[in-house]
């Protein structure tokens, strides 16, 4: 003896919009996740040519194989002894590095979204090393800087809060 479901069309419909607004929600939250890991990665990135911010790229499908040069909008200044973000070059470089994280469509929440930076000063930053060891203005990266801090707002929050 099975089951007898009075308004099927209307339960059907109900349990589809359901999934919908879930989806629409976790698409929302991912969008904020990635702003969040877009805006945390540039502020923790030391700029000098602009070329290492210039260089994240956020793409879906596949990772970003381009290498960007720098925008140069003048002299770099005396970065070495400037506080992070307040780089001549680094306004101009973020900026066009933004154009990719626009361009995401996060209307599909099971999207795989990469972000790449093929600069190739990119792994001297995150170990460190640059402009020299000991002398790095960022010298605990950038990369495993954010991931600690995301997964642990995962871990905490989880993804559809």
Same mark, same amino acid.
């Given at each position: !003896?099975?089951?007898?479901?009075?308004? %099927?069309?209307?339960?059907?419909? *109900? !349990?589809? %919009?359901?999934?919908?607004?879930?989806?629409?929600?976790m =698409?929302?939250?991912?969008?904020?996740?990635?702003?969040?890991?877009?805006?945390?990665?540039k502020?923790?990135? #030391?700029?000098?040519? &602009?070329? *290492?911010?210039?260089?994240?790229?956020?793409?879906?499908? *596949? #990772?970003?194989?381009?290498?960007?040069e720098a925008?140069?909008?003048? #002299?770099?200044? @005396?970065?070495?002894? !400037?506080?992070l973000?307040?780089? @001549?070059?680094r306004?101009?470089?973020?900026?066009?590095a =933004?154009?990719?994280?626009?361009?995401?469509?996060?209307a599909?929440?099971?999207?795989?979204?990469?972000?790449?930076?093929?600069? @190739?000063?990119?792994?001297?930053?995150?170990?460190?090393?640059?402009?020299?060891?000991?002398?790095?203005?960022? @010298?605990?990266?950038?990369? &495993?800087?954010?991931?600690?801090?995301?997964? *642990? %707002?995962?871990?905490? %929050?989880?993804i !559809?809060s």
């Amino acid at each position: !003896m099975g089951a007898v479901i009075p308004n %099927k069309a209307a339960c059907r419909s *109900a !349990m589809l %919009k359901s999934i919908a607004d879930l989806e629409a929600r976790m =698409a929302r939250n991912i969008e904020a996740l990635v702003r969040e890991v877009d805006e945390h990665i540039k502020s923790l990135t #030391p700029v000098h040519t &602009g070329q *290492a911010v210039r260089n994240y790229i956020w793409t879906t499908g *596949a #990772p970003s194989t381009t290498v960007f040069e720098a925008i140069d909008n003048g #002299p770099p200044g @005396p970065t070495n002894s !400037m506080s992070l973000g307040q780089e @001549p070059r680094r306004d101009v470089n973020e900026t066009a590095a =933004a154009q990719s994280l626009e361009s995401l469509n996060f209307a599909n929440p099971f999207t795989t979204i990469y972000l790449t930076n093929n600069s @190739p000063d990119i792994v001297g930053l995150e170990l460190g090393r640059l402009p020299f060891p000991g002398r790095s203005r960022s @010298p605990r990266g950038m990369f &495993g800087l954010v991931n600690t801090y995301v997964q *642990a %707002k995962i871990a905490a %929050k989880g993804i !559809m809060s």
